[in-house]
């Protein structure tokens, strides 16, 4: 799904809305690590203000990247254990608010994000002709600066890269960036300190998850409080297939929401990033190659109340019987005058429990039209869920796939998760609807560019599922002409039998070069 500039600043300004009363001037005491390790550059002010530290707001990703370019660049010396102490004491007042952190969260893994970001309009294209050659959008989103820190922007890519006026010699580089960072002034203003909330996560969770090419999962975590900020988790998913998945690690809390994941599940390493907000945590978990997969989860405490989650599948076709299940924490015994659907017309056959969190119904709708009914179970809501006479068509997401070849240790092979979206059409201006992922096969096929394309070859093949990671490594090839690395282009076929209707959609696939300096995303 694209993200406009436009949606991003609209979200920037209520995030902005939302901070909490300023904190005090002096951020930092003198005892603190920040104090010691930058005031020796970053003067700070009569008022105990440390210069640049307290003029931006960012994530802890970003946090990251810029401690280390003191590392790298400045000497700043940084021993085992201190940069984990530094990110949490700025994680306390510069980091950004959980609104704004949830607009550019596809960044917070450092991972091959497929996220598609567009300018809304003429004037936000500036943006991208003068930054987004190098850099995501979201990178600059993920900022809330003073109108001299974003000034000071173009002189630091003068100094780090000076051939940058060569590079975009087709435009005046400096005259432009000069207005663009004037304009995310004003949009992405640092406004105020963020003052962390006191959060407590240990206890027990239940998970409800989804992950492309594999499908709807729950679960359960355990979390402890190991201090500090630092917790040990460990805890258990099964999948709707019938396959299960065990995981144990540790996490660290920034800012009073950031929740950073570092786990084994099932054997193999996996990232998490999720936004604490009260008892529910949403984010998503990474795994990277060869084990290549991302899915999304919903955490919910489980404080002995009942919770509803969600209803799976989210749609309902005209005429079929359809297995739904509502799944939650602690749900009531239910019978079919238990459940109603308002707004549409869905008769409940049976209602049976299926697990301690989930309730299956038999249902059917009769609707004829597109529609949405509100389901509730016992009087609690349970969400919303849509009604279609048919599927019209399938589309495949990413519309256009980039996956990397692998480049040695330090840079694995990332890949792509293509799935199918069933659509029903929409009436009069309204486009299709999208009704939900089905359970396409997908397969490669040549997308000819150039006389005798051969990159289908080359690329290896993609899971029935839509699960695709290169094999190659990148590298000269002897038998390819000029001896070209393993990368190309092909076309993403998906095929989906839904009763007597076959539905058929194409994407694209390009597999390129590894990301050598994942820090200027």
């Not at 805890?235 to 019938?242: N, V």
């Not at 193999?268 to 945590?281: C, K, M, Q, Y």
């Not at 409940?348 to 309730?359: E, F």
């Amino acid at each position: 799904m694209a993200m406009t500039i436009r949606n991003l600043l609209r979200a920037a300004a209520v995030g902005s809305a939302a901070l909490l009363a300023y904190a005090p001037a002096q951020a930092f005491d003198r005892d603190s690590l920040i104090w010691k390790k930058c005031t020796p550059c970053h003067a700070a002010s009569a008022d105990g203000r440390i210069a640049r530290v307290e003029d931006m707001r960012t994530t802890p990703e970003e946090w990251t990247a810029i401690l280390d370019r003191m590392r790298r660049l400045h000497g700043m010396e940084i021993k085992q254990g201190e940069m984990d102490r530094m990110l949490k004491e700025l994680g306390a007042t510069q980091i950004l608010t959980p609104q704004e952190q949830a607009q550019v969260a596809y960044l917070s893994l450092w991972h091959n994000s497929q996220q598609v970001e567009a300018p809304a309009d003429k004037d936000e294209e500036k943006l991208f002709t003068t930054c987004v050659r190098c850099h995501t959008a979201g990178k600059f989103f993920s900022y809330r600066m003073t109108p001299g820190a974003w000034a000071n922007l173009r002189d630091f890519h003068l100094y780090i890269v000076p051939t940058v006026v060569f590079q975009m010699r087709e435009m005046r580089w400096v005259t432009e960036a000069d207005a663009v960072l004037s304009t995310l002034a004003k949009k992405l203003p640092y406004d105020k300190a963020w003052s962390a909330p006191t959060t407590r996560i240990e206890g027990s969770w239940a998970m409800f998850g989804y992950e492309p090419g594999r499908g709807w999962y729950r679960g359960e975590a355990r979390v402890t409080d190991s201090g500090n900020a630092e917790y040990r988790l460990n805890g258990s998913l099964a999948y709707r297939d019938g396959t299960s998945e065990a995981f144990a690690g540790e996490a660290t809390l920034y800012g009073g929401y950031a929740l950073r994941t570092r786990t084994k599940n099932n054997g193999f390493a996996s990232n998490g990033a999720f936004i604490v907000s009260g008892d529910t945590l949403r984010g998503e978990w990474h795994l990277p190659a060869p084990n290549f997969r991302t899915s999304s989860a919903t955490w919910l405490r489980d404080d002995g109340t009942a919770k509803i989650a969600r209803i799976v599948p989210a749609f309902l076709l005209k005429g079929e019987k359809t297995a739904l299940t509502i799944e939650g924490l602690n749900l009531p015994d239910a019978r079919p005058a238990d459940v109603s659907f308002a707004g549409a017309a869905v008769k409940v056959l049976s209602v049976k429990r299926v697990a301690a969190g989930a309730l299956q119904l038999e249902v059917i709708s009769s609707a004829d039209k597109l529609a949405t009914a509100k389901l509730a179970l016992k009087g609690i809501a349970a969400g919303s869920i849509t009604l279609a006479p048919q599927i019209d068509y399938i589309a495949i997401t990413p519309e256009l796939g980039r996956a990397r070849l692998s480049s040695g240790q330090h840079y694995p092979a990332e890949g792509v998760q293509f799935e199918a979206i069933a659509y029903a059409k929409g009436t009069g201006k309204t486009g299709g609807v999208a009704l939900g992922p089905v359970p396409a096969t997908f397969r490669l096929a040549e997308e000819k560019t150039r006389p005798d394309d051969d990159d289908l070859r080359w690329l290896g093949a993609i899971q029935p599922n839509g699960n695709y990671v290169p094999l190659g490594d990148y590298g000269p090839n002897p038998a390819r002409n000029y001896s070209g690395e393993n990368s190309g282009l092909v076309k993403v076929i998906a095929h989906y039998k839904r009763g007597a209707q076959t539905y058929r959609a194409e994407a694209k696939l390009a597999v390129t070069m590894p990301d050598f300096i994942a820090r200027i995303r």
